[in-house]
């Protein structure tokens, strides 16, 4: 039977990496990205790969959006539904100076949006034969890690979008259904910035190393790229 994955914000960094790495190991991967019309690395990957990889318009805010999405895909089986995009937030986020419409939003994109879509896509990811859904988080979200402060909207956005993955692998749990957050490593995207010490494709590698060893036991855990568990 065909492996599938589902990535959100497939267009380029880690989620691009991603796309390469799943395809290149067979899996049909379903790319969903806000402006198909400028993924051009994309859309070249998928002009080598037609029949493996299909591009999809989503704006992961937009839930009637992901209900569409979710109706034109009714039939398919997911075996790994995968949601990376995220942002970093405002650009200032230290004590004292925060925009709270930037916050919010930024809760929209990291911590709100991984729930609508678990949520519209469950039945899919529930037929599949590996039925996991995978948050990318951040060690920044951690509370245990968390020893320099700062980074308010990020790092509450990520620890919410941690808390959502380990109701789901409670909630999800006697459907069989495995939910993890991931950690990608510190890696060199426009997020993480050109002094980022993992490579993007590294990342990618690592990480579906990680996911594609994962059982219901490994459920309810914060992955990082390396393999290791990190706390929450
Ligand atoms: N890089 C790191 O060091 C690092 C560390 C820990 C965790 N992470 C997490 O890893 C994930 C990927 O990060 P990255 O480093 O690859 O960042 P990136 O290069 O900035 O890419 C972010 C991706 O998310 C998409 N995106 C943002 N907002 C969206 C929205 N509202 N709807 C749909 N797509 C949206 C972007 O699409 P557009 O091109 O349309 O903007 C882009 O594809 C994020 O969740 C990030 O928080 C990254």
């Known amino acids: 039977m065909g492996k599938t994955i589902l990535i ?28 198909p019309q400028v993924a051009g690395e994309l859309k070249n ?4 790969l037609p029949e493996a990889l299909r591009i999809f318009p989503l704006e992961v805010t937009d839930s009637a959006r ?3 999405l979710s109706a034109v895909l009714a039939d398919e089986a997911i075996d790994i ?7 970093s937030g405002p650009e ?6 925060i925009d709270t419409d930037a ?14 879509m678990a949520a519209a896509f469950v039945e899919q990811v529930a037929r599949s034969r590996r039925k996991i859904i995978a948050t990318v988080g951040s060690q920044l979200g951690s509370l245990t890690e968390n020893t320099e402060g700062g980074m308010y909207a990020y790092r509450s956005s990520k620890a919410a979008a941690h808390m ?5 692998a409670i909630d999800l749990h006697d459907r069989g259904i495995i939910a993890v957050a991931l950690h990608p490593g510190w890696v060199r995207t426009r997020m993480g910035g050109p002094e980022a010490p993992v490579m993007p494709r590294q990342s990618a590698a690592e990480l579906f190393q990680v996911l594609t060893s994962l059982t219901l036991k490994d459920s309810g855990k914060l ?10």
């Open 8 to 35: 959100t914000g497939a267009n380029r960094g880690i989620g691009l990496e991603l796309t390469r790495e799943f395809s290149a190991h067979g899996w049909r991967v379903l790319a969903c990205c806000r402006d």
């Open 45 to 48: 990957l998928a002009e080598r």
């Open 66 to 68: 992901i209900q569409e």
């Open 81 to 87: 539904l995968l949601n990376n995009a995220g942002v």
């Open 92 to 97: 200032r986020q230290d004590f004292g100076a």
């Open 103 to 116: 916050w919010l939003r930024t809760f929209r994109i990291n911590s709100i949006a991984p729930l609508d």
């Open 164 to 168: 959502v993955t380990k109701n789901l």
């Open 223 to 232: 992955w990082a790229h390396t393999g290791q568990v990190l706390p929450w």
